[in-house]
């Protein structure tokens, strides 16, 4: 399969974006590998339409702009996914409980709950990056946060379940692993910093334990803790803006 064809794959899975059409089990493994870089494509369709309309909005309405260009972009394929897995934990359901309120198609108390500090938190780091002009965070955080998705689906091929969470985490391999860190971390160091990477990367650490310790308690990982892992990751890059000594 070309790389241009799993690019493709993955733009499809991913957003809103892309031709829609049946794949089968193997495309979509094959494409994983893409998913930093459909992230990183990704993050500069997000910036640029705001990087235009800045001077002529309210800095709190560009922010929240942000947030609904994000689920648009996206089609709140992640922040569903978040949201499950707020609802899942959150109830303290363990066994085939858990697995279904997961994946239940109405939202609970905690999905709200998650959701709210969720997207609060992005818009509120929104502003941040407005204010400082930190539009490389925005790309960089786009590509970051698939890339903590291939990790927790490399540290978690062994917790496969049925569905097509299954396909990526048999799509996760070390090379593509490697491959991805490398370029993710070259490029962080260059726009953004020894500091910001350090932080970032210990937040990282923190979440994805907790995720895969998770799915460890349950037995299993699927689409929902993948995309949970990327709004993580953009969430834990975006944050450390906030903290003065990061800039």
């Known amino acids: 399969m070309t790389v241009l064809r799993r690019l493709h794959i993955a733009l499809s899975f991913l957003t809103c974006m892309g031709r829609g059409c049946l794949y089968t089990a193997e495309d979509i493994s094959a494409s994983m590998p893409m998913y930093p870089a459909i992230g990183a494509l990704l993050g500069i ?4 339409p705001l990087w235009c309309v800045q001077a ?3 800095t709190w309405i560009v922010a929240w ?15 569903d996914a978040w949201a499950d897995l707020w609802d ?13 309120i997961v994946k239940d198609s109405h939202i609970g108390a905690f999905g709200v709950l998650g959701l709210v500090l969720g997207l609060g938190l ?12 930190a539009w490389a965070t925005v790309m960089w ?10 990790i927790l689906a490399y540290c978690g091929r062994n917790l496969v379940r049925p569905g097509l969470g299954r396909n990526a985490l048999l799509g996760a391999t070390f090379s593509s692993l490697l491959w991805n860190g490398s370029v993710v971390g070259v490029l962080g160091l260059l726009f953004l910093g020894w500091l910001h990477i350090l932080v970032t990367a210990s937040l990282t650490v923190i979440g994805l334990l907790f995720l895969l ?14 995309g949970a892992a990327i709004i993580y990751g953009e969430l834990a890059t975006l944050l450390p803006l906030g903290f003065g000594f990061i800039s």
């Open 213 to 226: 310790r998770l799915g460890q308690r349950e037995h299993g990982l699927n689409g929902d803790f993948l």
């Open 65 to 79: 702009l942000a947030v609904g260009l994000h689920i648009a972009l996206t089609r709140a394929l992640h922040w």
């Open 141 to 150: 955080a786009c590509a970051y946060g698939r890339f903590c998705c291939l």
């Open 122 to 133: 992005y818009a509120a780091s929104m502003h941040v990056v407005i204010e400082q002009q």
């Open 56 to 58: 002529q909005a309210d």
């Open 45 to 48: 369709l997000l910036v640029f």
């Open 88 to 100: 899942g934990w959150g109830s303290g359901a363990q066994g085939e409980r858990f697995w279904a």
